[in-house]
């Protein structure tokens, strides 16, 4: 009996593929690779596979009893945590892609950039047709980030900060174990202690229960008037209406949201007009920068010799925590 694997993904090259056929025949597997305006073929293929690689709710949900390993190429897993109905198999397996670390700490370092230097002041200028160019800036070197998450997001952000020049680096988790990459690593326990003395606030959290409006009202009053709260985890995580009033009264410097509640943002939605605020549209990560591409891919053909060899998978998700 064959041993079948469903690719259901959108950005595999060639040499992607030619990497997987090579991993897969090896350990005796045979890849069926599909693309997205393939959905019915896919689906039909699935009912023999035991293993899923793809990014798809949809395709999950149609996937049979029989499926063993369903290996999502984003980061991002609540919708599979949330609802154990998607999984006709109860004990199937879930992994996912801690890739994107690079690409959106990127994104943090343009986006605070962007904020210590006033470009959203300066855009409103240039718009205006008007010359203005003495604003007071702020630079990373020497100054204090806070980031809330500490996984491979947080840490790529940690090590590009610190590479800047930045003066001191906080991080918070769930168990506040300490990191090489962090000055402090506290538990988010400790999150109200921590806010005053915020200056840069990065959150990097996934979505669950624990963190929907973890950054709430109360929250975001405890943090300084200079203070800017970079998001580029869960749009769920904060709670928009008192981010939108502080930073319209000008009881917060700015902030730049990659992901916001709802998505996609509705047109007359007030978060498109709030002030020194930078909207980007869930683009930090996305499989838009090769690199991401090429390690998605890598960590996949390593889990799949994992998995044929029965060790355990690197990038196991518990569905009860969510992550």
């Known amino acids: 009996m064959s041993r079948d694997i469903c690719i259901y993904q959108e950005f595999l090259t060639d040499a992607h593929k030619g990497q997987i056929q090579e991993t897969a025949e090896k350990l005796g597997f045979i890849p069926h690779f599909f693309t ?27 996937a049979p009893v029989s499926l063993k390993w369903y290996c999502c190429s984003f980061a991002g897993v609540d919708p599979y945590c949330k609802d ?14 801690n890739v994107y670390g690079v690409t959106i700490a990127e994104h943090v370092v343009m986006v ?14 240039v718009r205006n047709h008007s010359w203005s160019n003495q604003l007071p800036i702020r630079s990373i070197r020497d100054n204090e980030f806070t980031i809330l998450g500490t996984g491979n997001i947080g840490v790529n952000v940690a090590e590009r900060v610190r590479g800047m020049g930045a003066a001191k680096i906080i991080g918070l988790s769930r168990s506040g174990r300490p990191h090489p990459a962090f000055d402090e690593v506290h538990p ?22 624990d963190t929907v409006h973890i950054l709430n009202r109360e929250r975001i009053a405890l943090l300084p008037k200079d203070a800017y709260v970079i ?37 007359d939605h007030p ?7 930078i909207l980007t549209p869930h683009v930090s990560g996305n499989m838009t920068l090769g690199y991401t591409c090429d390690l998605n891919v890598k960590m996949f053909c390593q889990d799949l010799a994992n998995y044929a060899a029965g060790r355990p998978l690197n990038s196991l998700v518990d569905r009860k925590r969510g992550y």
């Open 271 to 277: 978060l498109w007009t709030t002030k020194n605020l």
């Open 112 to 125: 605070t950039l962007m904020l210590l230097r006033r470009m959203p002041e300066y855009e409103e200028v």
């Open 188 to 209: 988010i326990a400790d999150l109200d202690k921590v806010l005053p003395d915020t200056k840069i606030l990065v959150m990097a959290l996934p979505g669950t229960a």
């Open 231 to 267: 998001n580029v985890g869960r749009g769920t995580a904060i709670e928009q209406e008192p981010l939108m009033a502080a930073l319209n009264e000008g009881r917060l410097a700015g902030a730049a949201l990659d992901v916001m509640d709802p998505e996609p943002l509705p047109k």
């Open 36 to 62: 997205l305006d393939q959905f019915e073929e896919a689906k039909d293929c699935l009912q023999s596979c035991e293993v899923l690689y793809a990014h798809s709710v949809d395709m999950l949900r149609s």
């Open 84 to 97: 154990p109905a998607i999984f006709a198999n109860p004990d199937c397996i879930l992994t996912n892609s």
